[in-house]
């Protein structure tokens, strides 16, 4: 009996009625309140529509870029009538017994679609040159969902690339007006003097966010940005960030939580930004010390490599655990070793043979081949 | 002759002050309710009328009115919408011009209904005569004691005051409108919450347009259910219609709903037929976001009956084959027009308003512009009329507030009765330069089954 009543005490403390929800079929819990952003978020994998304007951590984001659109094809249990426009799924909160369509509705895809070209419409799609390239989400975001092609026939809008102060440089051409900079400077800092001018399509981000850069935490709107609309100019045109080896490292710091992720080569930092979850968001926020004033390796303690998405272009670069392909030059050859070709990985006598290629971090670089007689 | 309700007085000299208005028969329906009604009675009165809200979208003003929040100890706010910046729309200035009492009396009924004890008029920046027009009226309204403390002795106490916008026509919906009042960029709000809930500073708050609060004052003084006789269906009372275009006399009209569109177009009373007996071509019936008609699809429906000016009979067929009344602005376009270019300009105008927020309007209005620029200036391709169609069927539906969709409607309209057009600009790009493609077949009387079978 005891064992009963225990039971029906735990009930009771669970009391906390959740919603059931179905996304793609799938059924999850959650609690009221809950966008249905989040509830997929929770199932987690290909139901989760992509989103580039909202930011959990940012209070009113989200609702404008209208990525994130879904088909929602019951209401409720209590009222089932199907909603009449596609809703945007990360301001849209769920009701219990709330059926809704992602990736199995091809309204929603087309529209997604559709999105995405917009998105892409005047974009400069100068990814060769951005430093964004990598771990842009609209780079991400148009390679599984947009086409091959613009339809679009006209002259691209195109702003002057500004210094907003001495970290950070603002290339408005580049960006998609998902207000995150706009609520970061709100709301990071005390001072709301940043937004944007101007209308429509000759939007941009106001460059009076210069007067808010005397403030500690003004860098965070670089790792808010979903592309390379705001980079850091003290790691601009350095690298890619796939030659680079990201590690978490953290240090005592009196304004923020001091964890951070360190860009380098080698023993060199080229870049401190914050740590980012899988859907892009930083975990916390950091001040603009710890991001642009230690650039040493000895000013932080590394904690070891971040993990990053094996999709991840960024782990492309760091050749730790090569897989040898299964299909070997000599396997094709049927048997017969190359005779012009090397495998300039682990013997190459064009550089020096004394190198071993694979134990050095990211790619050879000129100064990993000490210099012979002046020859490198 | 049509029953007038608004501007039954506006020929009278002088109804523009006081004194005038007083002696006219002004503020006895704010009497009336302030010595005899309680909030809720008006509000059911407004039910009773049937009153649709007249700055486009149509929705029964009184259901709106009691679904507004009333938490304790809470402000509720009243805002007037006066941003009138449809193209084709000018009833409300025409309002607020000559008879601004009847917009104060009008204000002061509902705000009492409502609960709410400062109202704000917003009105539109290139109306810059017209706040003075208004503060005057407000100042004789308070020195006559139907504003401030204690109005006539009811205890209930008012203040209007006249804000005015900055030019923008986003700034008309109704959360542009409110972050606007707050002294905030007017980027429309994402809904839910609605302004019912929270709106102006987060209270609850309804926003109606100035028609709409000023058809409150005949409601009052004929009762609800008079009210609610004028007109067809749910289709009750009058209705200022501005008719611009190719008439022989455009304005301001009021009309009872129960006329016909031809009526309407040719009638001596209203707009009085179309100059140097030319042909109509088409019509937008209820300001530039609302589908254009070919002349035979606005007189007649697309089961063969007569169109009527009421909000069902303009919205018979869906967007198929009918429009909608909208905010009342009806444009005339006669034969000699050009719907390619009138497409354009409506284009160019939604390309120009976008707040920029979502991405399918802020891109999509300027893209569609480009693409109707080319084939208006003998660039196009016949691809571009496809192109058209799927850009404005991507954005509808998918932005954050209408504006998204009233910038597709007219494209898509344009290209679905006048595609002909279209393709004819496209072949005969230098013909095209130099005169129009005519009425065509677009007032040909329509087969009946024929267009039954394109419904
Ligand atoms: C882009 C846009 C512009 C609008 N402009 C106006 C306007 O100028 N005047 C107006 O009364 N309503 C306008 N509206 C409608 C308002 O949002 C709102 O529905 C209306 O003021 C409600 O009043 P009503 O219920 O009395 O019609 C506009 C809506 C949109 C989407
Ligand atoms: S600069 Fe970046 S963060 Fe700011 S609005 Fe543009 S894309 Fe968004
Ligand atoms: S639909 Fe257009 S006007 Fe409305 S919020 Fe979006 S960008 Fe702004
Ligand atoms: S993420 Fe939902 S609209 Fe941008």
Same mark, same amino acid.
């Not at chain 1, 007067?211 to 500690?216: A, T, V, Y």
């Not at chain 2, 259901?63 to 007037?80: M, T």
């Given at each position: ?111 997604? #679609?559709? /999105? ?14 951005? =430093?964004?390239? &990598? %771990? ?122 001091? #964890?951070? /992720? ?14 980012? =979850?899988?859907? &892009? %968001? ?95 | ?455």
């Amino acid at each position: 009996m005891a064992f009963r009543g225990m039971q029906s005490f735990s009930t009771m403390a669970e009391e906390k009625k959740l919603f059931k929800v179905t996304i793609d079929n799938i059924p999850v819990e959650v609690e009221p309140g809950t966008t249905i952003l989040n509830a997929a978020r929770k199932i987690g994998g290909d139901v989760v529509p992509p989103a580039m304007c909202y930011y959990s951590k940012l209070q009113g984001s989200g609702g404008k870029c209208r990525t994130c659109l879904v088909k929602v094809s019951k209401g409720s249990d209590a009222d089932p009538r199907p909603m009449p426009k596609l809703v945007a799924s990360c301001r849209t909160t769920v009701m219990d017994g709330m059926e809704v369509a992602n990736i199995t509705s091809p309204e929603v895809l087309d529209a997604r #679609k559709g /999105v995405v070209e917009f998105l892409l419409l005047n974009h400069p799609l100068d990814c060769p040159v951005c =430093d964004q390239a &990598g %771990e842009c989400d609209l780079q991400d975001l148009s390679y599984e969902h947009g086409t091959e092609a613009t339809r679009y026939e006209f002259k691209r809008r195109t702003f002057e690339k500004i210094d907003i102060g001495d970290h950070i440089k603002l290339h408005m051409t580049r960006c998609i007006l998902c207000y995150r900079c706009v609520f970061t400077a709100d709301q990071l800092t005390n001072k709301r003097e940043h937004g944007v001018l101007n209308r429509g399509e000759a939007s941009e981000i106001g460059t009076y966010i210069k007067n808010s850069l005397d403030n500690d935490f003004i860098g965070n709107v670089i790792d808010v940005c979903p592309v390379g609309a705001l980079t850091d100019r003290t790691a601009r045109f350095k690298n890619r960030v796939w030659f680079l080896k990201p590690v978490d490292a953290h240090r005592d710091c009196d304004k923020c939580c001091g #964890k951070t /992720v360190l860009w380098m080569r080698g023993d060199e930092v080229f870049r401190v930004t914050a740590r980012k =979850d899988k859907y &892009g %968001e930083v975990e916390e926020f950091i001040c603009d010390t710890c991001r642009f004033e230690k650039k040493e390796a000895k000013d932080w303690v590394v904690e070891g490599p971040r993990k990053v998405s094996r999709h991840s272009v960024i782990s492309q670069g760091h050749y730790v655990g090569v897989h040898k392909p299964h299909e070997t030059i000599r396997e094709v050859m049927s048997g017969r070793d190359p005779k012009l070709l090397m495998n300039i990985h682990s013997v190459s006598e064009v550089n020096q043979p004394s190198v071993d290629l694979s134990k050095i971090d990211g790619p050879a670089h000129s100064t990993d081949f000490p210099k012979i007689n002046g020859v490198q | 002759m049509g029953r007038k309700l608004l501007l039954d007085k506006a020929h009278i000299e002088g109804i523009r002050y006081y004194d005038v208005y007083r002696k006219n028969g002004g503020y006895a329906a704010a009497e009336k309710v302030l010595k005899n009604m309680s909030p809720d009675q008006v509000t059911e009165e407004v039910k009773k009328s049937g009153l649709r809200g007249r700055g486009g979208a149509g929705f029964p003003t009184g259901l709106k009115w009691s679904f507004l929040a009333k938490p304790e100890g809470v402000p509720r706010y009243l805002v007037c919408n006066a941003d009138e910046s449809e193209p084709g729309t000018f009833k409300d200035r025409y309002l607020m011009e000559f008879l601004p009492h009847l917009l104060i009396e009008g204000l002061l009924i509902s705000s009492f209904a409502l609960g709410a004890n400062r109202t704000y008029i917003y009105i539109r920046g290139e109306y810059a005569w017209i706040p003075d027009i208004l503060e005057e009226a407000i100042k004789d309204a308070h020195k006559n004691g139907w504003l401030g403390k204690n109005i006539q002795g009811s205890g209930f106490d008012l203040d209007i005051y006249v804000q005015r916008g900055a030019g923008a026509y986003i700034c008309g919906e109704e959360t542009a409108l409110i972050e606007s009042l707050e002294g905030k960029r007017g980027n429309p709000r994402i809904k839910p919450p609605f302004p019912a809930v929270k709106g102006l500073w987060q209270c609850p708050t309804v926003v109606n347009n100035v028609e709409t609060l000023a058809a409150v004052v005949p409601i009052i003084n004929i009762g609800g259910d008079e009210y609610a006789k004028i007109g067809i269906g749910k289709s009750t009372g009058t209705k200022l219609i501005s008719a611009c275009g190719n008439l022989n006399k455009p304005g301001v009209y009021e009309i009872d709903m129960t006329i016909s569109v031809e009526e309407f177009i040719y009638s001596e009373e209203y707009c009085g037929g179309i100059p140097d007996g030319k042909r109509l071509k088409a019509c937008i019936p209820g300001g530039s976001s609302v589908p254009i008609l070919p002349a035979n699809l606005l007189l007649k429906t697309a089961k063969g009956e007569q169109r009527m000016m009421t909000y069902e009979s303009l919205n018979d067929g869906g967007f198929p084959t009918g429009s909608m009344m909208g905010s009342g602005g009806f444009i005339v376009l006669d034969e000699d027009q050009c719907v390619v270019r009138h497409t354009l300009s409506l284009a160019r105008f939604y390309h120009h308003e976008s707040c920029g927020q979502c991405s399918p309007c802020r891109e999509g209005t300027g893209w569609m512009k480009r693409v109707l620029q080319n084939i208006e200036n003998g660039k196009g391709k016949m691809s571009d009329i496809d192109l058209l169609w799927d850009i404005q069927r991507k954005i509808e539906g998918n932005t954050i507030c209408p504006l998204g969709d009233a910038a597709a409607w007219p494209v898509a309209a344009a290209i679905r009765h006048f595609r002909d057009e279209f393709e004819w600009h496209v072949n005969n790009p230098e013909e095209a330069q130099r005169h129009n493609f005519g009425l065509a077949h677009y007032a040909d009387p329509l087969p009946v089954v024929a267009a039954a079978a394109a419904v």
